[in-house]
């Protein structure tokens, strides 16, 4: 296979995985009165799976803001973070879809919006970009720079949950423009998916930065 091919097949596996598990699990929870803990546990054990799954082949990466931060820190080619972004985002339009055929519009197919998300779109971003931003210094911090061994699976997984559990009421806590992207298309409202791609990439740009300048090698 193509030297690009080979990951980013792995990519959009991963990130169909992502927002078919996710997605599929907040819509549930919403149409049966499901709590927030159980939405989170679902995005983290997804995540946690896939790292250890596909980690070897592609970095695990399932997020637009993840391949950019690499990329911005230098850790990977603008070239093939092209390919990452293509197939991450083919990949969650592939699970949206195929989640609207299997539980129809139940629960919004798992939209990432939250309170904040229509009425205060300067605190959404806000929010977005911190809660990236955690999520990829610990990307940067284990997973990139080798220091998480075995355990980086589980990192990557719960840093995830906990910023699920902290933000999911206010904006969704997507994190990932490629996870609102997947339930917006299907839903064929993408209004709010700007606010989804600046503050993500702005988490991450920081991220890439601080881990990079203050703490890398």
Known sequence: MNGN???????????FTLVF?????????AANGGGIVAVALAHGVA??????????????HVNPAVTFGVAVAGKMSWTKALWYWAAQFVGAAFAG??????????GELGSTTGSLTIDDPGRTIVVEAILTFFLVATVLNTAVAGRG?????????????????????????????????????????????????????????????ICGRVFGE
Do not use: C, K
């Open 47 to 60: 995540l946690m799976v896939i790292v250890y799954t596909w980690g070897a082949i592609s970095g695990a």
């Open 5 to 15: 091919l080979r990951p980013a097949f792995a990519e959009l596996i991963g990130t």
């Open 97 to 106: 879809y195929v989640l609207l055929s299997v539980i129809g519009t139940t």
């Open 149 to 209: 061994g075995n355990a980086v699976g589980l990192a990557i997984g719960f840093v995830l949950t906990m910023d699920i559990l902290m933000g999911g009421a206010l904006t969704g806590a997507s994190m990932n423009p490629a996870r609102t992207f997947g339930s917006a298309l299907a839903m064929q409202d993408l209004s709010y998916l700007w606010l989804y791609i600046v503050g993500p990439l702005l988490g991450a740009a920081a991220a890439a930065a």
């Open 21 to 29: 598990i996710g997605a599929g699990a907040g819509a549930l929870a």
